[in-house]
């Protein structure tokens, strides 16, 4: 999910179906998936979660983008999967470049799906990286893989569960990368922003592997800092990457949060991200722990899914 703005204009502009289910399907490739050229047009069907459209980019010939309920999703390029259009997704690809050497394969367990874009990602640019993706809306993962399918050489495995109740059918020390970017109602339930949750994230990550997460809140933060300091209490070593809009409260929006037992390689992701077509800061240590405010580690029992985005925050 994105709280970017401009993305949701330009998808949104793509739309002709005015948001009712359509039976209309993208043009088909030799892949027989999504395809190229004029015949392509939005998609959108019922899911699980909401209503679900698939929107061309019309500046990508085989580019799509993913609403729900109006909300982008996620964009992909079937053409180019390395190719990253969101700012959060294009942070998180930085991750992912730095977690080894280029080329290295990793594990890497994703939760939430969306249109599996940081999977393909991965596929793209590590070859032969064993990854599984963990989407609660069944629905939702049928739609991705008819009109937007995976490349059959991937090692990805799909399953159709909760993210807590997959993470948790896990083996310890099993992933170098667990990425989470779990929306419903573009909101992010309470069950995964507790220490109990990080507390599994942990026994799955493998000695030195990160905990990656998408997480958006607005003025005044407070779900942001209470997200940080959560994560504090289960790992040593943290930074998080947004806007400077975000940082200054200014508007709501994403940031990207990297959790670890080792130190992450701070300093080039800070120029990467800094020097990123959506540049943003990158925080972490004292300034970063400064910038709680305070604020307490949140549990099961007290805790609440992120805010709900203003209206505003897809115009």
Do not use: C
């Amino acid at each position: 999910m994105s709280g970017e703005r401009a993305r949701a204009a330009v998808a949104r502009r793509g739309a002709s179906n005015g948001g009712a289910p359509s039976r209309k399907r993208p043009g088909r490739g030799a892949d027989g998936g999504a395809g190229r050229g004029r015949a392509a047009e939005p998609v959108a069907e019922r899911v699980d979660g909401g209503l679900a459209e698939l929107v061309p980019d019309r500046e990508r010939s085989r580019g799509w983008t993913l609403l729900l309920d109006g909300a982008p999703q996620s964009h992909v390029d079937l053409d180019d999967p390395t190719y990253l259009s969101f700012e959060y997704q294009r942070r998180i690809g930085h991750i992912i470049d730095l977690a080894a050497p280029a080329g290295q394969p990793l594990r890497v367990v994703h939760l939430g799906g969306g249109a599996f874009t940081l999977a393909r990602y991965v596929a793209a640019t590590r070859p032969r990286s064993t990854q599984q993706i963990v989407e609660v809306d069944a629905a939702l993962v049928q739609l991705v893989r008819r009109e937007l399918p995976l490349d059959p050489r991937a090692r990805i495995r799909v399953r159709s569960a909760d993210a807590r109740a997959g993470l948790g059918k896990m083996p310890d020390d099993w992933a170098d990368l667990v990425i989470a970017d779990v929306f419903s109602g573009a909101r992010t339930p309470a069950h995964l922003t507790s220490t109990e949750f990080l507390a599994e994230v942990r026994r799955v990550l493998a000695p030195g592997g990160s905990y990656v997460a998408n997480l958006a809140d607005g003025p005044p933060l407070t779900h942001l800092r209470g997200q940080i300091a959560t994560a504090a209490a289960v790992f040593p070593e943290l930074a998080l990457a947004a806007d400077p809009a975000v940082w200054r409260g200014r508007r709501f929006g994403n940031a990207v949060l990297l959790a670890s037992d080792l130190p992450p390689s701070t300093a080039e992701l800070t120029r990467r991200v800094a020097t990123d077509p959506h540049p943003g800061r990158v925080e972490h240590g004292r300034a970063l722990a400064d910038f709680t405010g305070g604020a307490a580690a949140v549990h099961d029992a007290s805790a609440r899914p992120s805010p709900a985005p203003p209206p505003s925050a897809f115009d």
